[in-house]
């Protein structure tokens, strides 16, 4: 095996780690995808230049930080609908509003978070580290700088000299971004939160809330998924603007669309347990009118609240659901 082979063999090593940091940096699965494909070139094309000062991983990490600045330079932020404008029912009519672009889901069974080892002390403590959807949202306020800074020191858990290092920057720069990132991040996350680390996992009894909720889709039952639903539950459907701040809005939308009289009906439904961004999630298909198979629909994320859904983001983008390893139709 020659030097450039066992050169690549190690690099490959940190795919996983560096597509979720690609993915916390610019929101986008996809994106964050060829992103990694792109940091894998840059350190190929300046693999004579690692003179070993850092770790392979710290190099590797200085890369893909200043790839994914140069790639969010003059981008648009990715958020959510609810972030873009006011719920239909309050002044706005639906489909108006921003149109993105939009936050994508990552795929649980692809997020391997690090763990400490002997030769690379600097590694993130898993506890740390976190990919909740909350979170994602919450950093797309920040400027990107600002973003690198607070990934590196405060999730990957880098002191502020090695940040600066990776940024081409100060101690005292890092130390300034740092605390305008954290002061906006109070504003934007969930309430009683006020840092990165991870929500507990879901519960037992979330996952029987999920699955009395997926058994009531399949069934097309409206009356037990409204019994499921917290009274402020939020529902977003990227890439659609329009988004639900309440359980009545939320049942009459589906009420429509799950009518078979009525001219929106969708079809029937099939619903999947997947799992994203360390969240709940379901999977759904749809079988249109007239239609012989299930296709797929959306990946939806759910938040359980007190035995209730509070918060659902389905995300319309049927060209994900391979990366999920879902199959592409269901026949039942």
Known sequence: MTDDDTFAQQVEQHRRELRVHCYRMLGSFDEAEDLVQEVFLR????RDGFAGRSSLRTWLYRIATNACLDALDGRKRRLLPDQAGPPVGAGQPAGEGDAGPWLQPFPDHLWEP????ADE??????ARET???AFLAAMQHLPPRQRAAVILCDVLGWPPRQTAEALDGSVASVNSALQRARATLREHLPAGRADWAPSAPPSEEDRRVLRRYMAAVDRGDLDEVAELLAQDVRATMPPYPEWFADRESVVAALAATWDAGSPDYI?????VATSANGQLAAASYRRPPGGQVFEPFGIGLLRVRDGRISE?????EPALFPA???PPRLDR
């Open 324 to 326: 999920f390893g879902l």
């Open 312 to 316: 659902i983001v389905a995300f319309h």
């Open 114 to 117: 690090a763990a400490p080892s």
């Open 131 to 133: 990919l909740e959807l």
């Open 267 to 271: 079809g029937a439904m099939r619903v």
């Open 121 to 126: 002390p600097e590694t993130a403590v898993v």
């Open 43 to 46: 350190a190929w094309r300046g």
